[in-house]
């Protein structure tokens, strides 16, 4: 435990240790850390010695000393569980509240990755789970206070000053564009865009019985509908939880760029109210529109979509109670005929809590802010990229 076989001081610090580790059982903080210090004092500590050193320092209050052997344990390993809890503990008693948050964080990171953690560990990280909440409630209201002493209304200021403030006090955390296969830098970090920012909705919107009409006739026999999520036929299957499930599935009317003649025929007026949008046109990719089925209880679990440099468009037309959609912190209820435009590339996910079936209308446009010099750039490289695949 604290030195190697026949050493000759090796009875000598053992019985240390173990007197150390009785007067921790009884609480006798005085004489454990007596003990350790004697221990340390030799060069001859290993983590736990120095962990029970900060424990009896912790016992008598040298809140000092304690947090000079958790030093030494973090020294040797940065992610002791043990030693970052107590850090976060001795620093909240010091009424730190900034250092404890800080503490806790990792110790609950570091507690995340471990499997079987022993039941002293795991009471210890949940009493830090609940410290961390209370420091951010105790900072939440100190900023509310402050907020009203200088005459600031969140909600006045705006959702993304109230996004701030939730993130800032840990009550949520960032969310940018993370996508899949390919980023284009500069763009505006924007979950959702506001439908009146675009002159087509309008037009789009006033053609909704007939489009809701034409869904209609293609759920009553369901041909053409197929899952929405499909495994590739010539690559590994990304992992994903309705692969092949038909609970959530789709109509094209438009895939890999190329009309879906008969299910385009079906639904006429569907053709004409996208026709004129601006949609992107990219050999083998876009135009890309469908009407998107999700059957009742039927969760989309949170993901990212393959690029940035377009927005998705859902124009819902069937929609029962209790249908939501998150996109980074921003939840939105999904009611029929209010169009929602977002960006997919933030992590986003999607419910249908109703007792029957959601459809929607689902395209792609090209980001508002893209130059047409770029949008023509981009057009080129995903044209060559589809273009290289074919080969």
Known sequence: MVSTPNDPARAQLEALAQRGVEALRRGDGAAARQAFDAIAASGRATLQIWLFLAQACDLIDDRPAARAALTEVLKADPGNPYALVMQGELYGRDGNDRAAANWYDWALQAGSRLQGLPA???????????????????????????????????????????????????NARPFLQEPTSFYFPGLPQRAFYDPAEFAWTPALAAALPAIR????????????????????????????????????????????????????????????????LPIPVIAGRSPMALFSILEPGTHIKPHCGMLNTRLICHLPLIVPDRCRLRVGNHSRDVEAGKMLIFDDSIEHEAWNNGDAIRVILLFEIWRPELTAAERAGLTALYESVSAYDAE
Request: charged share 25%; glycine share 6%; with cysteine.
């Open 213 to 276: 009409a034409e869904a209609e006739a293609v759920l009553a026999d369901r041909a053409g509908v197929a899952p929405y999520v499909e495994a590739p036929k010539d690559r590994p299957a990304k992992p994903h939880s309705l692969l092949d499930d038909p609970r959530w599935s789709a109509f094209h009317l438009y895939k890999g760029g190329e009309p879906v003649v008969a299910n385009a025929a079906r639904c006429p007026a569907t053709m004409a109210a996208i026709k004129n």
């Open 120 to 170: 002293d560990l795991s009471q210890r990280l949940q009493r830090a789970a609940e410290a961390r909440a209370a420091i951010t409630a105790r900072f939440e209201t100190a900023m509310t206070e402050a907020l009203a002493a200088a005459g600031v209304d969140a909600t006045a200021v705006g959702e993304r000053f109230t996004e701030s403030l939730a993130i800032v006090s840990g």
